[in-house]
């Protein structure tokens, strides 16, 4: 109740390391350097960023090379939409250097990646050359848990802390006047940015470096990003290695709720 209280009110729960959550590290870290081995993985940012989008190939429960997803994070975040089926999780890594141009990427998403920590709110997808952004994966949390060892300004990851309330009211004013299932075809864009760009000068940016097993709960609509490695950094061989969760809700309804 008191992770969930904090949840609500901040947009973020850090937690630390237990028995359930090791053990599943234990089981993961393996089968996550066997999908960073393969050739032609998805690296960018100059090979110092792998996106890996459901790479990490966990069944619905979470559980990898037959070990259970467990520990208090999981049971918390099970706790505030019910419990939900989660996809192949992403195994996002960074490495020193992050972020280095890319060809893929403008200059000024570049500049935006290098000094905003490429901050943004899951879900709400860049579609077309103007890049508008439409809500197409209504995900009911965001689920992280450390795989490697990292030092704290190893790129870690980045909230703005309380953020998740001024976007939620400005989700909520966009899709006014539209029935749930007509959200996904409303443009968001300029709320977003429009609120975005407040919440750079009002919320407190707030670094969450994590350990093995250390696991971070956000709200939906709390702007996080990550940051670039700092000079000296160090990490594991892997990199700075994350894997993240971030299942759909079974109504889109409840997406817009605070």
């Known amino acids: 109740m008191v992770a969930a209280t904090a949840l609500g009110a901040r947009g973020w729960v850090k937690f630390p390391a237990d028995a359930g959550s090791l053990g599943w590290v234990a089981a993961a870290l393996p089968v996550a350097r066997e999908v960073l081995a393969r050739p032609g993985g998805d690296w960018r940012c100059g090979g110092t960023w792998f996106v890996g989008v459901d790479a990490l190939p966990n069944n619905a429960e979470g ?14 975040a099970m706790e505030v939409c019910g419990p939900l089926p989660l996809h192949p999780a992403q195994l996002s890594v960074t490495r020193p250097g992050y972020p280095q141009p890319s060809p893929d990427e403008s200059e000024t998403a570049y500049r935006f990646r290098l000094n905003r920590d490429a901050a943004h709110v899951d879900g709400l997808l860049a579609e077309g050359a103007e890049k508008r952004r439409f809500l197409r994966e209504p995900h009911a949390w965001v689920l992280g848990i450390a795989l490697t060892e990292a030092d704290a300004d190893a790129s870690p990851l980045v909230v703005w802390e309380g953020s998740h309330h001024l976007m939620g009211r400005a989700f909520r004013a966009a899709f006014a006047g539209n029935t749930p299932a007509r959200w996904g075809d409303v443009d968001v864009t300029d709320a977003y940015q429009a609120a975005r760009r407040e919440l750079f000068e009002t919320c407190a940016r707030v670094a969450l470096p994590l350990a093995p097993g250390e696991a971070v709960l956000l709200h939906r609509h709390l702007l996080h990003g990550v940051a670039p490695w700092g000079e000296g950094a160090r990490a594991a061989d892997e990199g700075r290695a994350i894997a993240y969760f971030r299942p759909e809700l079974r109504s889109v309804a409840a997406w817009a709720a605070a």
Not at 63 to 76: E, F, T
């Open 63 to 76: 559980a990898v090379a037959g070990v259970a997803l467990r520990g208090a994070a999981v049971r918390v």
